[in-house]
């Protein structure tokens, strides 16, 4: 597995290197609507790394978590997991920027959710492409395969059509586990929480 891992990290890093510019590492964090009241949002972060920094900021994270494997929202909870994802945090706020994008409006209670994740989707590339233009490649934590994964993937190939994305810029869908610099997104966007919490 680790040996399958190195091998798509040397495909992404070969993207990268064609990119020589700048790369949007993109999560989410979401409360859809439900029975107990709780009030619905959708939250997606980028955070912009420059194409010549990947190493080091990805360096920076491997100092602040020794584990291979970071979720905020489990982390948090552990002994000096807030301190780490407060760490995080500040490491991307201080080396990189960051654009996020929210929203709350949700059609109806039975919402899934695609419809509104798709939105924020493209105000978060609207966003990166009209402030960062220099950002060449964007990186999603992947989906579970199946329907999920394939909504992005709809989502990408409608703004394609649409030629709201350049012909140049390249969409990526990987796994935190190969790619350490998704983690930072992952608390950016957890911090944006309204309702996040320690327990």
């Not at 891992?5 to 993207?15: I, V």
């Not at 290197?17 to 993109?26: E, L, P």
């Not at 579970?144 to 709201?164: N, V």
């Amino acid at each position: 597995m680790k040996r399958d891992n190195s091998q798509k990290l040397m495909s992404l890093q070969a993207l990268y290197g064609r990119n020589k510019k700048a790369v949007a590492f993109m999560d989410e964090s979401y409360q859809l609507p439900n029975k107990f009241g709780k009030k619905p949002f959708y939250i997606f972060a980028a955070v912009i790394v420059p194409a010549a920094k990947l190493d080091q900021v990805r360096q920076a994270i491997r100092v602040l978590v020794s584990s291979d494997r970071w979720h905020t929202s489990e982390n948090v909870r552990r002994a000096h997991g807030f301190e780490t994802a407060n760490a995080l945090l500040s490491l991307a706020n201080s080396r990189c920027k960051v654009i996020i994008r929210k929203s709350d409006d949700f059609e109806s209670l039975t919402s899934n959710g695609e419809t509104i994740r798709a939105q924020v989707i493209r105000q978060t590339l609207e966003a990166i492409l009209g402030l960062v233009p220099e950002v060449g490649v964007a990186v999603f934590d992947r989906r579970p395969e199946g329907y999920l994964a394939s909504q992005d993937k709809k989502t990408i190939s409608r703004l394609r059509a649409e030629s709201f994305l350049p012909s140049s810029f390249r969409v990526a869908f990987v796994s935190p586990a190969i790619e350490n610099l998704l983690w930072l997104p992952d608390v950016v966007a957890w911090f944006e929480r309204p309702d996040k919490s320690k327990s």
